[in-house]
């Protein structure tokens, strides 16, 4: 059985890290092939690839200056609808 999400208690821990806005970094793995769609949610950030060992994943990571916990709750909502994507 799959833990419920706690969204607000997520929230909370966000808005407990400091003042926003604030330089958030978002790390992925997503299945090797899915890197452009996790892209997509990132149009004006660098993001860094690193190819796992064996090849069939890919981690991803994104420095991106937010505004506030709900926007990145915004991302990681969105991500969560890509096939395969694991949030760290």
Same mark, same amino acid.
């Not at 004006?44 to 994943?57: D, R």
């Given at each position: 059985?799959?833990? !419920?999400?706690? !969204? /607000?208690?997520?929230? =909370?821990?966000? =808005? /407990? ?19 452009? =769609? %996790? ?23 994104? &420095?991106?200056?937010?505004?506030? $916990?709900? &926007? %990145? ?6 991500? $969560?609808? %890509?096939?395969?994507?694991? /949030?760290?």
């Amino acid at each position: 059985m799959q833990k !419920k999400f706690d !969204k /607000a208690g997520f929230k =909370e821990k966000l =808005e /407990a890290v400091g003042q926003f806005p604030m330089l958030y970094m978002f790390k992925f793995i997503v299945p090797k092939g899915q890197e452009q =769609e %996790i892209a997509k949610l990132f149009p004006k950030n660098e993001i860094s690839l690193k190819p796992s060992s064996g090849g069939k994943y890919v981690s991803t990571t994104i &420095q991106m200056m937010v505004d506030s $916990s709900d &926007q %990145i709750m915004d991302i990681y909502e969105q991500a $969560s609808s %890509i096939e395969g994507v694991i /949030a760290l």
